[in-house]
Protein backbone atom coordinates (compact mmCIF):
# COMPACT_ATOMS: atom_id res chain seq x y z
CA UNK A 1 0.00 0.00 0.00
CA UNK A 2 1.58 2.81 -1.31
CA UNK A 3 0.00 6.91 -0.38
CA UNK A 4 1.21 9.85 -1.53
CA UNK A 5 0.40 12.48 0.87
CA UNK A 6 0.07 16.44 0.50
CA UNK A 7 0.11 18.77 3.04
CA UNK A 8 0.03 22.72 2.61
CA UNK A 9 -2.23 23.15 5.87
CA UNK A 10 0.37 26.54 6.16
CA UNK A 11 4.07 27.50 5.09
CA UNK A 12 5.18 24.37 3.85
CA UNK A 13 4.22 23.17 0.42
CA UNK A 14 5.08 19.33 0.87
CA UNK A 15 4.61 16.17 -0.31
CA UNK A 16 5.91 12.22 0.40
CA UNK A 17 5.54 8.80 -0.14
CA UNK A 18 5.38 6.47 2.28
CA UNK A 19 4.83 2.31 2.29
CA UNK A 20 1.77 0.75 4.65
CA UNK A 21 2.24 3.17 7.23
CA UNK A 22 5.24 2.38 8.04
CA UNK A 23 8.47 3.04 5.19
CA UNK A 24 9.30 6.62 4.28
CA UNK A 25 9.87 6.38 0.60
CA UNK A 26 10.22 10.14 -0.22
CA UNK A 27 10.12 13.57 1.76
CA UNK A 28 10.09 16.81 -0.21
CA UNK A 29 9.24 20.18 1.35
CA UNK A 30 9.42 23.37 0.34
CA UNK A 31 9.13 26.01 2.62
CA UNK A 32 7.99 30.01 1.98
CA UNK A 33 8.68 30.76 5.79
CA UNK A 34 11.97 33.32 4.21
CA UNK A 35 9.33 35.32 2.92
CA UNK A 36 7.43 35.61 5.99
CA UNK A 37 10.34 36.33 8.28
CA UNK A 38 10.41 39.90 7.58
CA UNK A 39 6.61 40.24 8.88
CA UNK A 40 7.29 38.26 12.21
CA UNK A 41 4.24 35.55 10.98
CA UNK A 42 2.61 33.39 8.06
CA UNK A 43 0.98 36.09 5.98
CA UNK A 44 -1.26 33.74 4.54
CA UNK A 45 -1.80 35.28 0.93
CA UNK A 46 1.80 35.31 0.84
CA UNK A 47 1.33 31.21 1.32
CA UNK A 48 -1.39 30.72 -0.86
CA UNK A 49 0.70 32.04 -3.74
CA UNK A 50 3.81 30.18 -2.79
CA UNK A 51 2.33 26.73 -2.46
CA UNK A 52 0.49 27.80 -6.09
CA UNK A 53 3.86 28.44 -7.74
CA UNK A 54 5.44 24.82 -5.42
CA UNK A 55 2.69 22.34 -5.46
CA UNK A 56 3.68 20.38 -8.75
CA UNK A 57 7.33 20.58 -8.47
CA UNK A 58 7.05 19.57 -4.91
CA UNK A 59 4.28 16.35 -5.56
CA UNK A 60 7.11 15.53 -8.88
CA UNK A 61 9.97 15.37 -6.86
CA UNK A 62 8.10 13.21 -3.83
CA UNK A 63 7.21 11.20 -7.00
CA UNK A 64 11.26 10.90 -8.19
CA UNK A 65 12.43 10.27 -5.23
CA UNK A 66 10.15 7.14 -4.51
CA UNK A 67 10.56 5.75 -7.41
CA UNK A 68 14.10 6.68 -8.64
CA UNK A 69 14.74 6.10 -12.46
CA UNK A 70 11.27 5.35 -13.19
CA UNK A 71 8.58 7.02 -16.06
CA UNK A 72 6.82 9.56 -14.78
CA UNK A 73 3.83 7.39 -15.89
CA UNK A 74 4.98 4.52 -13.71
CA UNK A 75 5.76 6.16 -10.74
CA UNK A 76 1.70 7.28 -10.76
CA UNK A 77 1.14 3.21 -11.20
CA UNK A 78 2.38 2.51 -7.91
CA UNK A 79 0.16 4.84 -6.21
CA UNK A 80 -2.62 2.96 -4.73
CA UNK A 81 -4.02 6.43 -3.37
CA UNK A 82 -3.71 10.06 -2.42
CA UNK A 83 -3.83 11.35 0.86
CA UNK A 84 -4.54 15.59 1.67
CA UNK A 85 -4.78 17.62 4.68
CA UNK A 86 -8.57 19.31 4.24
CA UNK A 87 -7.94 21.06 7.79
CA UNK A 88 -7.53 22.37 9.70
CA UNK A 89 -5.30 25.69 8.56
CA UNK A 90 -5.57 28.38 6.38
CA UNK A 91 -7.87 28.58 4.19
CA UNK A 92 -5.94 30.22 0.88
CA UNK A 93 -3.64 27.65 1.95
CA UNK A 94 -5.49 24.45 2.12
CA UNK A 95 -7.59 25.07 -1.26
CA UNK A 96 -4.30 24.45 -3.27
CA UNK A 97 -3.27 21.07 -1.76
CA UNK A 98 -7.51 19.97 -1.82
CA UNK A 99 -7.68 21.10 -5.54
CA UNK A 100 -4.22 19.47 -6.57
CA UNK A 101 -5.35 16.20 -4.86
CA UNK A 102 -8.66 16.18 -6.25
CA UNK A 103 -7.66 16.84 -9.96
CA UNK A 104 -4.80 14.04 -9.33
CA UNK A 105 -7.34 11.65 -8.05
CA UNK A 106 -9.72 12.07 -10.62
CA UNK A 107 -6.85 12.22 -13.84
CA UNK A 108 -5.07 9.33 -12.60
CA UNK A 109 -8.13 7.21 -10.95
CA UNK A 110 -6.87 6.87 -7.51
CA UNK A 111 -8.98 6.70 -4.44
CA UNK A 112 -8.59 9.96 -2.04
CA UNK A 113 -8.50 10.40 1.82
CA UNK A 114 -8.84 13.27 3.94
CA UNK A 115 -6.96 13.59 6.16
CA UNK A 116 -6.75 15.93 9.66
CA UNK A 117 -3.54 17.79 9.84
CA UNK A 118 -3.73 17.78 13.97
CA UNK A 119 -3.99 14.33 13.68
CA UNK A 120 -1.04 13.80 11.12
CA UNK A 121 1.27 14.97 13.01
CA UNK A 122 0.93 12.01 15.49
CA UNK A 123 1.35 9.73 12.72
CA UNK A 124 4.94 11.01 11.71
CA UNK A 125 5.80 9.02 14.54
CA UNK A 126 4.28 5.77 12.96
CA UNK A 127 7.09 6.12 10.64
CA UNK A 128 9.95 3.29 11.03
CA UNK A 129 11.57 2.61 8.06
CA UNK A 130 13.71 4.49 5.28
CA UNK A 131 16.31 4.14 3.05
CA UNK A 132 16.46 7.98 2.44
CA UNK A 133 19.65 9.22 3.59
CA UNK A 134 20.02 11.96 6.98
CA UNK A 135 16.26 10.43 9.09
CA UNK A 136 16.58 9.22 12.25
CA UNK A 137 13.24 7.94 12.99
CA UNK A 138 11.67 5.69 15.88
CA UNK A 139 12.37 2.06 15.78
CA UNK A 140 9.12 0.38 16.75
CA UNK A 141 5.86 1.73 16.24
CA UNK A 142 3.80 3.70 19.18
CA UNK A 143 1.72 0.85 21.32
CA UNK A 144 -2.19 1.83 22.18
CA UNK A 145 -3.32 2.78 24.24
CA UNK A 146 -1.64 5.71 22.92
CA UNK A 147 -1.04 9.76 24.65
CA UNK A 148 -0.62 11.94 22.15
CA UNK A 149 0.25 15.46 22.64
CA UNK A 150 -0.13 18.28 19.46
CA UNK A 151 2.41 21.03 19.90
CA UNK A 152 2.92 23.31 16.88
CA UNK A 153 2.44 26.83 15.78
CA UNK A 154 -1.46 26.40 15.52
CA UNK A 155 -2.49 23.78 17.72
CA UNK A 156 -1.77 22.54 21.43
CA UNK A 157 -3.58 19.68 22.14
CA UNK A 158 -3.48 16.42 24.43
CA UNK A 159 -5.22 13.40 22.91
CA UNK A 160 -5.85 9.73 23.99
CA UNK A 161 -5.77 7.18 21.48
CA UNK A 162 -7.43 3.36 22.48
CA UNK A 163 -6.35 2.51 18.73
CA UNK A 164 -6.48 3.88 15.34
CA UNK A 165 -9.62 6.04 14.56
CA UNK A 166 -10.26 5.38 18.26
CA UNK A 167 -9.87 8.75 20.39
CA UNK A 168 -10.63 11.32 23.16
CA UNK A 169 -9.48 14.44 23.14
CA UNK A 170 -8.68 15.47 26.71
CA UNK A 171 -7.71 18.75 26.38
CA UNK A 172 -6.55 21.88 24.24
CA UNK A 173 -5.68 25.09 24.95
CA UNK A 174 -8.58 27.95 25.10
CA UNK A 175 -6.71 30.86 23.09
CA UNK A 176 -2.93 30.85 21.49
CA UNK A 177 -1.26 27.29 20.57
CA UNK A 178 2.49 27.15 22.12
CA UNK A 179 4.24 27.55 19.53
CA UNK A 180 2.34 30.67 18.42
CA UNK A 181 2.96 31.82 22.13
CA UNK A 182 6.60 31.07 21.54
CA UNK A 183 6.64 33.57 18.23
CA UNK A 184 4.82 36.07 19.75
CA UNK A 185 7.72 36.55 23.06
CA UNK A 186 9.91 36.35 20.30
CA UNK A 187 8.50 39.10 18.95
CA UNK A 188 8.60 41.14 22.12
CA UNK A 189 11.75 40.42 22.60
CA UNK A 190 13.38 41.23 18.95
CA UNK A 191 13.78 38.16 18.05
CA UNK A 192 13.64 36.01 14.95
CA UNK A 193 10.62 33.70 13.57
CA UNK A 194 9.72 31.59 14.43
CA UNK A 195 10.06 32.14 17.69
CA UNK A 196 10.49 28.66 19.02
CA UNK A 197 13.99 27.80 18.29
CA UNK A 198 15.18 31.84 18.95
CA UNK A 199 13.83 31.83 22.22
CA UNK A 200 14.87 28.37 23.00
CA UNK A 201 18.59 29.85 21.92
CA UNK A 202 18.16 33.10 23.93
CA UNK A 203 16.81 31.38 27.06
CA UNK A 204 20.37 29.02 27.38
CA UNK A 205 22.22 32.13 28.81
CA UNK A 206 19.14 33.14 31.43
CA UNK A 207 18.48 32.63 34.56
CA UNK A 208 14.78 31.09 34.45
CA UNK A 209 13.96 31.30 38.46
CA UNK A 210 14.65 35.72 37.81
CA UNK A 211 11.04 36.62 37.81
CA UNK A 212 7.71 34.93 38.43
CA UNK A 213 5.33 34.35 35.93
CA UNK A 214 2.02 32.79 35.99
CA UNK A 215 0.58 29.45 35.16
CA UNK A 216 -3.54 29.74 34.52
CA UNK A 217 -5.76 27.55 36.34
CA UNK A 218 -8.50 26.48 34.29
CA UNK A 219 -12.18 24.30 35.16
CA UNK A 220 -11.73 21.74 32.73
CA UNK A 221 -8.43 20.12 33.73
CA UNK A 222 -7.05 19.40 30.58
CA UNK A 223 -7.42 22.74 29.10
CA UNK A 224 -4.86 24.93 28.96
CA UNK A 225 -4.22 28.56 28.42
CA UNK A 226 -1.11 30.60 26.96
CA UNK A 227 -2.81 34.43 26.79
CA UNK A 228 -2.28 35.44 30.79
CA UNK A 229 1.38 34.61 30.70
CA UNK A 230 1.48 36.17 27.52
CA UNK A 231 -0.02 39.45 28.56
CA UNK A 232 2.57 38.89 32.15
CA UNK A 233 5.94 38.57 30.04
CA UNK A 234 4.64 42.02 28.44
CA UNK A 235 3.73 43.70 31.42
CA UNK A 236 7.16 42.47 33.08
CA UNK A 237 9.08 43.67 30.12
CA UNK A 238 7.16 46.89 30.19
CA UNK A 239 7.84 47.36 33.75
CA UNK A 240 11.59 46.54 33.75
CA UNK A 241 12.40 49.20 31.23
CA UNK A 242 10.38 51.79 34.17
CA UNK A 243 7.38 52.16 31.53
CA UNK A 244 3.29 50.90 32.27
CA UNK A 245 0.94 48.92 29.77
CA UNK A 246 0.82 52.08 27.49
CA UNK A 247 3.97 51.56 26.14
CA UNK A 248 4.11 50.17 22.79
CA UNK A 249 5.32 46.58 22.43
CA UNK A 250 7.33 46.72 19.88
CA UNK A 251 9.47 49.25 20.79
CA UNK A 252 10.59 47.41 24.47
CA UNK A 253 13.33 44.83 22.42
CA UNK A 254 15.75 47.60 21.95
CA UNK A 255 15.28 48.92 25.82
CA UNK A 256 15.81 45.64 27.21
CA UNK A 257 19.60 44.41 28.08
CA UNK A 258 20.72 41.34 26.85
CA UNK A 259 20.62 40.23 30.26
CA UNK A 260 16.80 40.95 30.81
CA UNK A 261 15.90 39.65 27.71
CA UNK A 262 17.67 36.43 28.26
CA UNK A 263 15.96 36.05 32.01
CA UNK A 264 12.45 36.69 30.20
CA UNK A 265 13.07 34.09 27.82
CA UNK A 266 14.00 31.91 30.05
CA UNK A 267 11.22 32.34 32.62
CA UNK A 268 9.00 31.76 29.68
CA UNK A 269 9.74 28.75 27.90
CA UNK A 270 9.94 27.31 31.67
CA UNK A 271 6.37 28.47 32.85
CA UNK A 272 4.50 27.72 28.97
CA UNK A 273 6.68 24.19 29.01
CA UNK A 274 5.74 23.28 32.10
CA UNK A 275 1.87 24.41 31.50
CA UNK A 276 2.08 21.01 29.06
CA UNK A 277 4.08 19.01 30.64
CA UNK A 278 1.66 18.96 33.79
CA UNK A 279 -1.57 17.98 31.83
CA UNK A 280 0.49 15.30 30.15
CA UNK A 281 1.60 14.08 33.52
CA UNK A 282 -1.86 14.27 34.70
CA UNK A 283 -3.63 12.27 31.89
CA UNK A 284 -0.42 9.65 32.07
CA UNK A 285 -1.08 9.01 35.85
CA UNK A 286 -5.44 9.07 34.73
CA UNK A 287 -5.00 6.76 31.89
CA UNK A 288 -1.77 4.86 32.07
CA UNK A 289 -0.95 4.56 28.21
CA UNK A 290 1.69 2.36 26.53
CA UNK A 291 3.12 4.78 24.87
CA UNK A 292 3.30 8.71 25.32
CA UNK A 293 4.13 10.24 21.71
CA UNK A 294 4.90 13.74 20.56
CA UNK A 295 4.15 15.68 17.06
CA UNK A 296 4.46 19.34 16.22
CA UNK A 297 7.29 22.02 15.35
CA UNK A 298 7.55 22.55 19.14
CA UNK A 299 8.26 18.79 19.90
CA UNK A 300 11.89 19.59 18.85
CA UNK A 301 12.25 22.03 22.37
CA UNK A 302 14.99 20.77 24.06
CA UNK A 303 13.15 22.00 27.47
CA UNK A 304 9.92 20.30 26.50
CA UNK A 305 12.08 17.21 26.16
CA UNK A 306 14.00 17.85 29.27
CA UNK A 307 10.55 18.73 31.37
CA UNK A 308 9.31 15.21 30.20
CA UNK A 309 12.43 13.35 30.55
CA UNK A 310 12.55 14.60 34.19
CA UNK A 311 8.47 13.74 34.87
CA UNK A 312 7.57 11.32 33.13
CA UNK A 313 8.16 7.62 34.29
CA UNK A 314 8.12 6.41 30.61
CA UNK A 315 10.67 7.03 28.02
CA UNK A 316 9.72 9.19 24.60
CA UNK A 317 10.47 8.26 21.62
CA UNK A 318 10.92 10.90 19.44
CA UNK A 319 10.93 11.00 15.64
CA UNK A 320 12.70 12.86 13.00
CA UNK A 321 12.84 16.91 13.56
CA UNK A 322 12.14 17.01 10.04
CA UNK A 323 8.88 14.74 10.48
CA UNK A 324 7.71 17.47 13.39
CA UNK A 325 7.57 20.46 11.51
CA UNK A 326 4.83 20.42 8.71
CA UNK A 327 5.34 17.43 6.48
CA UNK A 328 3.57 15.47 3.96
CA UNK A 329 5.10 12.08 5.06
CA UNK A 330 2.73 12.17 8.03
CA UNK A 331 -0.22 13.28 6.02
CA UNK A 332 0.70 9.89 3.50
CA UNK A 333 1.22 7.61 7.01
CA UNK A 334 -2.29 8.31 8.00
CA UNK A 335 -3.56 8.11 4.80
CA UNK A 336 -2.34 4.62 4.56
CA UNK A 337 -4.29 3.53 8.02
CA UNK A 338 -7.38 5.07 6.37
CA UNK A 339 -6.64 2.95 3.35
CA UNK A 340 -5.81 -0.14 5.52
CA UNK A 341 -8.40 -0.07 7.59
CA UNK A 342 -11.20 0.52 4.51
CA UNK A 343 -12.35 4.34 5.71
CA UNK A 344 -14.79 5.85 3.61
CA UNK A 345 -12.85 7.51 0.60
CA UNK A 346 -13.75 10.78 -0.12
CA UNK A 347 -15.73 12.71 -2.82
CA UNK A 348 -12.99 14.02 -5.74
CA UNK A 349 -15.81 15.95 -7.03
CA UNK A 350 -16.55 17.89 -4.19
CA UNK A 351 -13.80 17.72 -1.37
CA UNK A 352 -13.99 20.68 0.42
CA UNK A 353 -11.38 22.18 2.53
CA UNK A 354 -12.65 22.81 6.32
CA UNK A 355 -10.40 25.52 7.96
CA UNK A 356 -11.58 25.05 11.32
CA UNK A 357 -11.38 21.39 11.35
CA UNK A 358 -11.43 20.12 15.19
CA UNK A 359 -10.28 16.35 16.50
O1 LIG B 1 4.21 22.08 13.39
P1 LIG B 1 4.71 23.38 12.86
O2 LIG B 1 5.82 23.37 11.87
O3 LIG B 1 3.56 24.21 12.18
C1 LIG B 1 2.25 24.22 12.57
O4 LIG B 1 1.47 23.28 12.22
O5 LIG B 1 1.91 25.19 13.28
O6 LIG B 1 5.11 24.25 14.15
C2 LIG B 1 5.71 25.51 14.05
C3 LIG B 1 5.92 26.03 15.45
C4 LIG B 1 6.37 27.50 15.49
O7 LIG B 1 5.52 28.22 16.35
C5 LIG B 1 7.79 27.43 16.03
O8 LIG B 1 8.13 28.56 16.81
C6 LIG B 1 7.76 26.16 16.88
O9 LIG B 1 6.94 25.28 16.15
N1 LIG B 1 9.08 25.56 17.05
C7 LIG B 1 9.69 25.43 18.24
C8 LIG B 1 10.97 24.86 17.99
N2 LIG B 1 11.08 24.65 16.64
C9 LIG B 1 9.90 25.08 16.09
N3 LIG B 1 9.29 25.77 19.47
C10 LIG B 1 10.13 25.55 20.49
N4 LIG B 1 11.36 25.03 20.33
C11 LIG B 1 11.83 24.68 19.11
N5 LIG B 1 13.06 24.17 18.96
ZN1 LIG C 1 1.31 21.47 11.79
Not at 5 to 19: K, L, N
Not at 47 to 54: N, Y
Not at 249 to 278: M, P, W, Y
Request: aromatic share 8%; net charge neutral; proline share 6%.
Amino acid sequence: MKILGIETSCDETAAAVVENGQKLLSNAVLSSMDLHAAYGGVVPEIAARSHIEAITPVINQALETAFPGCHPGKQWEQIDGIAVTYGAGLGGSLLVGVMSARTYAITKNKPLYAINHVEGHIYANFLTETSLPGYSLRAKQPEFPMLGLIVSGGHSQIVLWKNHFDYQLLGQTTDDAIGEAFDKVAKLLGLPYPGGPSVGKLAQSGDAKAYKLPKAKLKEKYNYSFSGLKTAVLRLAQSEIGEDHRFPSFKVAERLSEAQKANIAAGFQHTAVETVVDKVLMAFEEFMPKSVVIGGGVAASPELRKQLAQRLPLPIDYTDPKLMTDNGAMIATLGCFHAMHNKPTADPYSLEITPNLSM
